[in-house]
């Protein structure tokens, strides 16, 4: 347990990891230690497997963010494509390349990068929580991009 507590000390908070971090030895008890560290808000569980670190400065934390899971675009999600004419309250943003497919990440990070609010209950709905967490943490947060209006409704 004491090897798995040193290597989570070591991982950069805000930032999404998956259990394939952990050693095959080393995985059972990295889950239960991650389990029993998210009642008390060290550890954010995000979805199934994923969890990212809050920095240890800040022992205690209040509220745990609650997360909804059910994205209603599977299919963009099982292909990591979209075509972005598909949704048309973010048809603008997407005006020089309407029909080609693009990586969802790309698509997810380009409606975020507006710091917009209105389109986040939006980008929730239809790919899920984690997959905006995600997104968000790793491609804005871990490299200095910080948005406050959106950190703010996702609660980070």
């Known amino acids: 347990m004491c090897a798995v507590r040193d290597k989570i000390k070591k991982l950069r908070a805000y930032k999404v990891y ?50 909804y899971n059910k994205p209603t675009d599977k299919s963009a999600l099982k292909y990591n494509m979209i075509s972005p004419s598909k949704y048309p309250i973010f048809k603008h943003l997407f005006w020089s390349n309407r029909n080609n497919p693009i990586p969802l990440d790309n ?26 967490y995600e997104i968000y943490l790793n491609e804005f947060y871990q490299k200095g991009r910080r948005l406050p209006l959106i950190e703010e409704f996702l609660e980070i």
């Open 18 to 67: 998956n259990y394939s971090i952990f050693d095959e030895k080393l995985k059972k008890s990295a889950i239960s230690f991650i389990c029993r560290a998210s009642k008390s808000g060290n550890i954010i569980k995000i979805g199934k497997g994923k969890f990212y670190k809050r920095p240890s400065k800040n022992k205690l934390y209040n509220e745990v963010p609650n997360f």
């Open 107 to 132: 698509y997810i990070g380009v409606v975020l990068s507006k710091d917009n609010p209105c389109s986040l209950p939006y980008l929730r709905s239809f790919f899920g929580d984690r997959k905006v």
